[in-house]
């Protein structure tokens, strides 16, 4: 039997050691595919193994912060060749079920995030300015915070972790991390490569465990001045009252429902990729995904007889057979939300075009696999239209040309990205412009975000802030200025000296 060997358990990490849980309590991981596959037990921490973390990378954080940031750097760099060199070790398809090509692209992403952050090391550049007064010196510089709470979810298991921690460490503050609950393993690879890469005792701290607990604990600590969260926008608002009465900072990277708009000029073979792509990539798992398609009243019709023909031939299967093109659901629950969705999509009177069930029979009964899904000729104001549903569903909605898709576009409560298909440069100039988003894409679908760029999104999809890119180094450090006045007497600035 395949369970027979004892499963392994996978410690917290508290200042630099692999911690025995306090009150023993463990919880499963199961591959999303074939959950009779146990990847591992991961403990089911309690507030005090939080507090112990916060402890641990408080004290860690009075020496890190004084660590060069090009010493910091050349750390982050080992880690980034370590992570280069296990690559095929960490691709954890069987953690979160996404395709191989995809997991080693999520590792990728983490490798190439954690170089980006490395080079930060020797810039991290601040500003200079003269004074208004004479024999002054006038500079602002970025400073570390201190400890950073970062709670990361499932569809990204190692590069949304490597957004959060590299900006952090590099910036000079500690940090301790909460793994989604399915997907705590990339987190383990995360942290050893940089722990073997040297980064010092409680400097990256992992406690694993519930939303509840870990979550709730971490968002409260009084010693944790920096919260940065991706996930659903209602944990997004709880954390954002949490963190408002202290002035805690939060990011918060919440919910999507991106459109692509196909124009009448559309290069409709590249749109069908793109829409093939956007929607169904990740199992559509994704903030980015494509899961809405405005597409103009002209190509309707042809443009969604050959997205159905795609998606009809699109495999449902295990990640890790090369025949996949999409893996499963990631759990039970997701799963039944997306079936939820289909039900309410043919009770709004949607058209379904294709798919609309779950997978089952043969290997398909072990894990948790949806057909590809699409429904036509749907209204805007339409649930399945509005809703992030965050699983293989897309909805077609009919244009009349593009001011009508702009309005549909900017019609829902997040804004996180979005994309034009057209040879028409002045609309896709245009649509660069009107799209309320965070990210807008031209002839390319709505995921795929690269890490040297901000990323995030308006409305209900973040607060405001942005990751990735210089966006992360200003919400992990704060600014401060700094006058120098070398003139020996008392000099008043922002005083009428005339
Ligand atoms: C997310 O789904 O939470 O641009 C982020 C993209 C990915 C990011 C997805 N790199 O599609």
Redesign the pocket.
Known sequence: MATAVAAKVFKNFIDGEWVEPRDGKAYENRNPANTDELIGMFVSSTEEEVNQAVDAAKEAYKQWRLVPAPKRGEILFRAAELLVERKEEYAMTREMGKILAETRGDVQ?AIDMTYYMAGEGRRLFGQTTPSELPNKFAMSVRQSIGVCGLIT?W??PM??PSWKIMPALICGNTVVIKPAQDTPLSVYHLVQALTDAGAPRGVVNIVSGSGSKVGVALTKHPDVPVISF?GSTAVGRVIAEACAPDFRHYSL?MG?KNIILVMEDANLDLAVDGAIWGGFG?TG?????ASRLGVHKAVYKEFVERFVERAKALRVGDGLDAATDVGPCINESQLKTVMEYVEIGKNEGAKLLTGGKRLQGGAYDKGWFHEPTIFGNCNPKMRIAQEEIFGPVVSVIPIENLEHGLEVANGVAYGL?ASIYTRNVNRAFQATRDLYTG?VYVNAP????ETHLP?GGTKQTGNGHREAAIAAIDFYTEWKTIYIDYSDKLQRAQIDNS
């Open positions: 992403e979810p569809n990204f590069a949304i991706t990277e999507g990740t798992q994704r903030c980015t995904a990205s990210i709505t995921i795929g975000a990323f």
